[in-house]
């Protein structure tokens, strides 16, 4: 039973190019939540989608940063224009319905912006 | 809005030694759980231990138990035994339950276990 994927494990960008990370669920999972970890910082949660909503926005920067997950594939995290200050480890997790308090973590994309 | 409080940065422990980690929350519900979290080198995010805030007997998984107090808010980790594979960053996490849906972590505390 795979856990949940995570790709690429490592990105590297220029500033001002698109960066997309891509999260695929363990297997009966439904809902996807991405977290960002800034260099010698605790993860921040970012957003929380189920198919095809989002139910949580609360920490997504308002601007260059959107995600999706669609009826079919993987959960997107799209930052578009990439800054310095975007470099960091993005975690996806996912969960059940109604289970949220059992979140299963992918290995993580580091996203370096040079 | 919920908070996490690692105080300690770093600890340093010696192998086959006891070590307890400290965290603190604040929340006005009633009803979360808590967590431990374990950041090895790999940067893979693993559960370390899980605790229901209405349960009162203290969560336990192998070598590691946490001391929940829930009038305090202080969950601490403790580990004992220690080895050297229990070298990483060690996370606490808060999730309100009844709807809540985000993780709210610690800036966490980096353990070494030394010979």
């Known amino acids: 039973n795979a856990g949940v994927m995570q790709n690429p494990r490592h990105l590297v960008r220029r500033r001002g190019q698109e960066a997309r990370l891509r999260c695929s669920p363990m297997?009966?999972?439904?809902?996807v939540y991405w977290y960002r970890q800034l260099p010698e910082e605790g993860l921040k949660f970012m957003v929380y989608?189920?198919?095809?909503?989002?139910?949580?926005e609360s920490g997504m920067p308002k601007e260059r940063f959107s995600a999706e997950f669609p009826k079919e594939g993987p959960s997107i995290l799209r930052i578009q224009q990439v800054v310095r200050g975007d470099s960091a480890a993005y975690f996806c997790?996912?969960?059940?319905?109604?289970?949220?308090?059992?979140?299963?973590f992918g290995p993580g994309t580091r996203l370096t912006v040079t | 809005a919920q908070t996490v409080t690692q105080s300690q940065p770093e600890m340093s422990v010696q192998e086959a030694e006891t070590v307890t980690l400290s965290c603190t929350y604040d929340?006005?519900?009633?009803?979360?759980?808590l967590f431990w979290y374990k950041q090895p080198p790999s940067r893979q995010m693993i559960l370390v231990i899980r605790?229901?805030?209405?349960?009162?007997q203290n969560a336990t998984e192998n070598r590691f138990s946490v001391n929940f107090q829930k009038a305090a808010k202080s969950f601490s980790l403790k580990i004992s035994d220690s080895q050297l594979g229990d070298t990483a960053m060690y996370f606490c996490?808060?999730?309100?339950?009844?709807?809540?849906?985000?993780?709210?972590f610690g800036t966490g505390t980096q353990l070494k276990v030394e010979l």
């Open positions: 997790a996912s969960s059940r319905p109604g289970r949220a308090y059992e979140q299963y």
């Open positions: 297997k009966g999972h439904s809902h």
């Open positions: 989608l189920q198919k095809e909503n989002i139910i949580d």
């Open positions: 929340t006005s519900e009633n009803n979360y759980y």
């Open positions: 605790q229901e805030a209405y349960k009162q």
């Open positions: 996490a808060f999730i309100l339950t009844g709807g809540g849906n985000k993780l709210t």
